[in-house]
């Protein structure tokens, strides 16, 4: 089956450390993004990448961090740095302008 | 840049009433649309797509949505909801930025369905 796979579902840490979130797609798609939800708001791009080994900033990269070093792969480092890092993350994947296919998300809650 | 404008972040049906999502969105030309879904504490599912093909585009679910070119509008509806269309809507546009395609959300709309 095709699709993105994201890891963990749920994922706590403690305030001050470093984590990282897995982005996973089989679909064969270039591009890969980061989102982040908050309660009852929409979604918030992070980054977002079209080709391996390039990316971009979205409205709210501080504090954030990303790689890709494979097609398939798009993880996400939460670093220190971001202030208020509790959110629902959503990563998604798209061919050209189509639309997106999204994973079930992981939840960060930081403490 | 593009912008997607949703009425209403909340909307109540009966069930077997119509269900009507209101989606505007800001283009010169006109862009790719889409609605997508979303279930609690999961992630967001295509629902349809506009991609300036025919101007009535049916989806999954029993969902449909029109473009109107003259009202700037993409709206989504169902003829008679069902209690498991409770969830959270999502209207987006795709952009292209520097070769790069991004899409822009809508605030979303959350769908409640009364017994």
Known sequence: ?111 | AQSVTQLGSHVSVSEGALVLLRCNYSSSVPPYLFWYVQYPNQGLQLLLKYTSAATLVKGINGFEAEFKKSETSFHLTKPSAHMSDAAEYFCAVSDRERGTYKYIFGTGTRLKVLA
């Open chain 1, 1 to 111: 089956d095709g699709g993105i796979t994201q890891s963990p579902k749920y994922l706590f840490r403690k305030e001050g450390q470093n984590v990282t979130l897995s982005c996973e797609q089989n679909l064969n798609h270039d591009a890969m993004y980061w989102y982040r939800q908050d309660p009852g708001q929409g979604l918030r791009l992070i980054y977002y990448s079209q080709i391996v080994n390039d990316f971009q900033k979205g409205d709210i990269a501080e504090g954030y961090s990303v790689s890709r070093e494979k097609k398939e792969s798009f993880p996400l480092t939460v670093t220190s740095a971001q202030k208020n890092p509790t959110a629902f993350y959503l990563c998604a994947s798209s061919m050209m302008g189509y639309g997106q296919y999204f994973g079930p998300g992981t939840r960060l809650t930081v403490t």
